[in-house]
């Protein structure tokens, strides 16, 4: 089989919603992470600012609410069949370790990477350590986000010793273009107007997926 690896984006592609809006919602923080959203700055600089305010919170309350997020359709059996395929998976995600690490455990995945939220004895800090470390400040430039999807896939790659030509991603949003870009096979999946030049196929159903790979 030419791919080994299947690369997913995890909010609105995965899920069926986006993590930190429904903390947002439920924690109501919703106006305040909006005008830092709207601001222009470097996406990490955002990541860094919204996490503050989830400190306080406890990581039972975190998961609790992430958990109550309904995954997308046709998600579980289209990742059942993936696994049966012996297709690796990763979930790369700008959102916090503690969903992703939570959902690949539910999905059974490989390989995780996200932006690592401060814990200390059970709550969160506040504090967030974005995945990319040397950050820039030019906004088109992956590596201004707390995650670069594109140095995100290429780790995975090399840990797994396979070229990015033989790996798919799949993901719905402007920064997912840097992994959709070097994949051999870049999926939008139900995709925001700016990601849709940046893919090979876009799909309406994760179903779909499957009909590329067989």
């Known amino acids: 089989m030419r791919y080994k690896l299947v690369a ?8 069926s919603g986006r993590t930190i809006y429904v903390l947002a ?17 470097p996406n990490y600089i955002k990541t860094i600012e919204i996490a503050k305010f989830l400190r ?3 990581v039972d309350e975190f998961l609790q609410i992430f958990r109550s997020i309904p995954l ?3 998600v579980p059996e289209v990742i059942k069949e993936l696994k049966e395929m012996s297709m690796k998976l990763a979930i790369i995600s ?23 939220l401060v814990v200390e004895n059970g709550v969160i800090t506040g504090e ?38 033989e790996s798919i ?4 949003g402007g920064i997912d273009r840097f992994m959709l870009e070097i994949a051999g096979l ?24 499957l009909d590329l790979i067989r």
């Not at 991603?169 to 719905?172: E, I, L, Q, T, Y």
């Open 169 to 172: 991603a799949v993901g719905d």
């Open 128 to 165: 967030v350590i974005p995945y990319t470390t040397e950050n820039v400040d030019d906004i088109s430039d992956c590596r201004s986000c707390s995650v670069c999807k594109r140095d995100a896939l290429l780790e995975i790659c090399r840990k797994m010793g396979i070229d990015p030509s």
């Open 25 to 41: 919602d439920r924690k109501n923080f919703r106006e305040e992470m909006d005008k830092i959203i709207s601001m222009k700055i």
């Open 72 to 74: 997308n359709k046709n």
């Open 94 to 116: 700008n959102s916090y370790d503690l969903g992703a690490n939570d959902l690949a455990r539910r999905l059974d995945f490989d390989f995780v990477i996200a932006n690592k």
């Open 8 to 15: 997913f984006d995890m909010d609105d592609t995965l899920l």
């Open 56 to 58: 306080g919170m406890s």
């Open 186 to 209: 870049g999926v939008a999946y139900r995709p925001k107007a700016n990601l849709i030049k940046y893919a090979d196929v876009v799909i309406e159903d994760m179903a779909e997926l």
